[in-house]
C-alpha cells in the first residue's frame, strides 16, 4: 500500500495495475481501496473447478466446548476465550488422533491452533503429536510423529529449514497460529485440521488456501473442521 501511494505521488497519471492473491488481505481492508477498477477476479470455486487448485474434502468433528458465550473483538473471536481450549483434553487427544490416521497413510498437513498464551496452543499439539508412534507407510517400520511450532518469532533462515524439512518428509505436521495463513504454500501439505474457530472469512479462506496446491499425486485436500458449540448468530466461519 505504501509503495502504490509512492508511485501515485511521483506519477499521479501512471496506469496502475494491481495483482494480489487475496483481494480481501484484512477484514477491514480490501485492494478495491487501492485499485478501484475490477479487470479479472478468480475465486477459489473457480480455480477449483478449472482443476487450477486441487479438490477438497471437508469433514466436521463436532465437540461438547462450549463457546456460546465468546465475544467477537475487532474481526475476530477474543482470544482469552479461546484459550479456555488450550487444555481440552477430549478435543486435543481427538484432534491427535485424527492427525495420527492421516499420517498412517502417508499425508502430511498442518494445524491451525487458538491464538494467545504465546503460542501455548501450537506448541502443546506439537509435544503431543511427537508423543505418538506410527508404522511408516514407507518403509513399514515403526517410528514417531515428527511436528514442529511455526511462528513469526522463529527467524527466517530457521523457519526455512523448518520448511525444507517438511518438504523432504522429515516432518509429519506443523502447528501454527498466523504464520502459515498467507505468503506460504505447499504441494506436501494435503491436509488442514482447524483447531481454531474463526469470525473472520478473510483468515479462513487464506488458510484454506495452504492446501490447494496441486502436486504430481493429484492428491485431493482434506480439511477436518472442530465444530465447536456457538450462539446462532456468532457462527465460524468453515
Partial sequence: AKLTMQITDCEPEAVKIGLTATSEYGDKKNVSDLFPALIHKLNLKEA?????????RAYLYKTEANLKDIEIKGSDYDPEKLLELLNNEA???AAVRIIKG???RGLRGIVSC???GNLEHAKRMASLIRE?????????????LSAEVVSGDI???ERSEIYEKFEKGEIDFLTFVDILREGWDSETAKVLVNLRPTASKVLAIQR????LRKNPEEQDAVIVEFEDQ????KQPYT
Avoid: H, M, Y
Fill in 230 to 233: 456457538f450462539a446462532l448468530d
Fill in 155 to 157: 527467524k527466517k533462515d
Fill in 208 to 211: 484454506l488456501g495452504r492446501i
Fill in 102 to 104: 492421516f499420517a498412517e
Fill in 48 to 56: 477449483i473447478e478449472l482443476d487450477i487448485l486441487a479438490s477438497p
Fill in 91 to 93: 478435543r486435543n487427544t
Fill in 132 to 144: 505418538e508412534k506410527i508404522k511408516d507407510p514407507a518403509t513399514g517400520q515403526e517410528r514417531a
Fill in 114 to 116: 487458538v491464538p494467545g
